[in-house]
């Protein structure tokens, strides 16, 4: 291999594979001397790369972990199954996969051959995912699309459906996305309506970078420095604005192990109650506050599968009672 830059590619990425490489490994690989592998080594630490070598016979070359992490050189299977990976993560808003996994998708897709693009994209339609219920699906390339857009300030404009079904067009100029586990949010300054706003990402239809680049505006956010930290305080603002908070009550009939593996981490952690169940079993009491809907909070306590009973607040208690009179009609028609 006598193309250099190639040749100094394909020795990164066999020392990026976790394992010592012998410097004659690598030249029968590389079809160079050892000599050639040596000012190699050389160039890549030059380049920044921390290869570390190890003396005697069985002694060779690896990649070690460095102040920075150098870029990465991945071959076709390992960049699909990155992107792959990525993808589903963040269509299905998996607590954990936040804005810099989005960000990563982005920046991968946007560099993939077409070939590869092809082999994602059909790896994803095959593939069928099981979800709990309680999180909305969202199209990758659409969150893909927004985050590219909020990165790079350039404006956007899509379609996006309220929680009452109307449809409007939107041109904003993309801040910031924000995850909350079960959903994604767009904060962005809307044009027309010359404030900001913020987006449900599942609501958000054919999304389109229109080319225009904005000068990033400053949250309305008193002594915030700008970026996501802002962003995800603004988010928690609007949406305590929206929602009332629900100041949570609830005695389960099982312990408590078995409830907060069964319970969203967003509404809190349940405390034991040794003794607290009808026959002197072990319970828990869950107390905290959550701004999510009555509805959600019924289903999500309903889910988790044992006897429980709500002390508060009184507009949850009258939920769970509508609902639980619905169910039992429901069950009645079902057997007449």
């Known amino acids: 291999m006598t193309d250099t830059p190639a040749r100094l590619l394909k020795l990164l990425s066999l020392l990026q594979t976790p394992r010592e490489w012998p410097g004659g490994e690598l030249a029968e690989r590389l079809d160079v001397s050892p000599r050639t592998v040596r000012r190699d080594i050389d160039r890549l630490r030059e380049l920044?790369?921390?290869?570390?070598?190890?003396?005697?016979?069985?002694?060779?070359?690896?990649?070690?972990?460095?102040?920075a992490m150098p870029p990465l050189v991945l071959d076709d299977e390992e960049a699909v199954a990155i992107a792959v990976g990525l993808r589903a993560g963040a269509g299905h808003a998996i607590e954990g996969v936040d804005e810099a996994?989005?960000?990563?998708?982005?920046?991968?897709?946007?560099?993939?051959?077409?070939?590869?693009?092809?082999?994602?994209?059909?790896?994803?339609?095959?593939?069928?995912?099981?979800?709990?219920g309680d999180g909305a699906t969202i199209d990758p390339q659409a969150l893909t699309t927004l985050a590219s857009a909020a990165t790079g300030q350039e404006a956007l404009r899509f379609s996006y459906r309220s929680g009452d079904g109307t449809e409007t067009k939107r041109q904003v100029e993309p801040y910031r996305l924000v995850s909350t586990g079960r959903r994604w949010y767009l904060v962005a300054y809307d044009l027309l309506r010359a404030d900001w706003r913020t987006f449900r990402v599942d609501r958000v239809s054919e999304p389109f970078a229109t080319g225009a680049r904005f000068a990033a505006r400053p949250l309305p956010m008193e002594g915030g420095e700008g970026g996501a930290g802002d962003a995800a305080r603004y988010f928690a603002r609007s949406?305590?604005?929206?929602?009332?908070?629900?100041?949570?009550?609830?005695?389960?009939?099982?312990?408590?192990?078995?409830?907060?593996a069964r319970l969203p981490p967003t509404l809190g952690v349940p405390e034991p109650e040794p003794?607290?169940?009808p026959a002197g079993?072990?319970?828990?009491?869950?107390?905290?506050s959550s701004t999510d809907s009555l509805e959600w909070v019924a289903l999500r306590l309903a889910l988790v599968d044992c006897e429980f009973a709500v002390q508060g607040p009184p507009q949850l208690v009258a939920y769970l009672e509508s609902l639980g009179a619905r169910l039992t009609r429901a069950a009645s028609h079902g057997k007449g």
């Open 48 to 67: 920044g790369y921390p290869v570390e070598a190890s003396r005697g016979s069985l002694g060779g070359y690896r990649l070690v972990a460095g102040a």
């Open 101 to 132: 996994s989005v960000r990563a998708l982005a920046k991968l897709e946007q560099v993939l051959p077409s070939r590869l693009r092809h082999r994602v994209s059909a790896l994803q339609n095959a593939t069928v995912p099981l979800t709990r």
């Open 239 to 260: 949406m305590a604005g929206r929602q009332p908070e629900l100041r949570l009550d609830v005695r389960f009939r099982a312990p408590a192990e078995f409830v907060a």
């Open 275 to 277: 003794g607290s169940g």
């Open 281 to 288: 079993e072990d319970g828990c009491r869950l107390r905290s």
